[in-house]
């Protein structure tokens, strides 16, 4: 971890005000804390563009397992790509429709496809990747 560093910041008096609104709502004790909560968002949100940089993440699919084959698709392509599964979770949300997470890690490039790959199979009701960082270069 490197030296600590003082700097000035010059803001509005209206965004300061609201900024310090959500600092209260979200529980921060200092601005500090908040703001280096945004740089590290922001330098995250930067590894997710760089196709080769690895990745963590999860992928949330609803489905209805009735659908014809589509448990054995979803299956077949997990297979394919077991290489970045981490694990998984499968829950049966009534007596037609199943949620389930997916824990991946791998380069952003695997990640994206194979998320793509679920989420865009016949059958799946809703997708959604959610990208995070390994936290490897993260201070």
Do not use: P
């Not at 949330?60 to 077949?76: G, I, W």
């Not at 694990?87 to 952003?108: A, F, I, M, P, R």
Request: contains cysteine.
């Amino acid at each position: 971890m490197g030296q600590t560093i003082r700097f000035g910041v010059s803001l509005d008096s209206d965004l300061l005000e609201k900024f310090d609104a959500l600092c209260d709502e979200r529980c921060y004790q200092t601005r500090s804390e908040a703001i280096r909560d945004l740089i590290r968002n922001a330098l995250v949100e930067q590894e997710w563009k760089d196709e080769g940089r690895e990745l963590a993440g999860t992928l949330t699919l609803v489905y209805d397992h009735h659908k014809s084959d589509l448990s054995q698709k979803l299956v077949e392509i997990q297979h394919d790509h077991h290489h970045v599964i981490i694990t998984s979770l499968h829950v049966h949300l009534d007596h037609d429709n199943c949620l389930e997470v997916l824990l991946l890690k791998g380069s952003g490039e695997e990640v994206r496809t194979l998320s793509q790959k679920l989420t865009s199979t016949k059958g799946v009701k809703h997708g959604k990747l959610t990208l995070a960082t390994t936290g490897q270069d993260i201070v």
